[in-house]
């Protein structure tokens, strides 16, 4: 029913910047809330950004000053700006919306995820 297609990832030195985007297609009522976290093998996908449909942002302590999110709701569509790219920031990305398909109940979406590397 819905389709969260991200780009953007890749390979960058660290001190490099990087964009994601992440478009949402198929039956979609309202976007609640837009988001991205990222998981390294082994560990739990943990929210690095998040913007809510009132326009409020949350961000993860550990990118807060160099990650930004920002939308563009008429396209479905939202993206992570992130700059100062650490070794550290290496994992694979995903996006994730929370989404109403009518009045009704909301639901949660995932990306396919992209790989973000970063070298030292």
């Known amino acids: 029913q819905v389709q969260l297609v991200e780009s953007g990832g890749g390979l960058v030195q660290g001190g490099g910047s990087l964009r994601l985007s992440c478009a949402a297609s198929?039956?979609?009522?309202?976007?609640?809330?837009m988001g991205w976290y990222r998981q390294i093998p082994g560990k739990q996908r943990e929210l690095v950004a998040r913007?809510?449909?009132?326009?409020?942002?949350n961000y993860a302590d550990s990118v807060k000053g160099r990650f930004t999110i920002s939308r563009d709701n008429a396209k479905n569509t939202w993206y992570l700006q992130m700059n100062s790219l650490e070794p550290e920031d290496t994992a694979v990305y995903f996006c994730?919306?929370?989404?109403?398909?009518?009045?009704?109940?909301?639901?949660?979406?995932w990306g396919q995820g992209t790989q973000v590397t970063v070298s030292s």
């Open positions: 994730c919306a929370d989404l109403q398909h009518d009045l009704g109940a909301q639901f949660r979406y």
């Open positions: 913007i809510i449909s009132g326009g409020n942002t």
């Open positions: 198929g039956r979609i009522f309202k976007i609640n809330v």
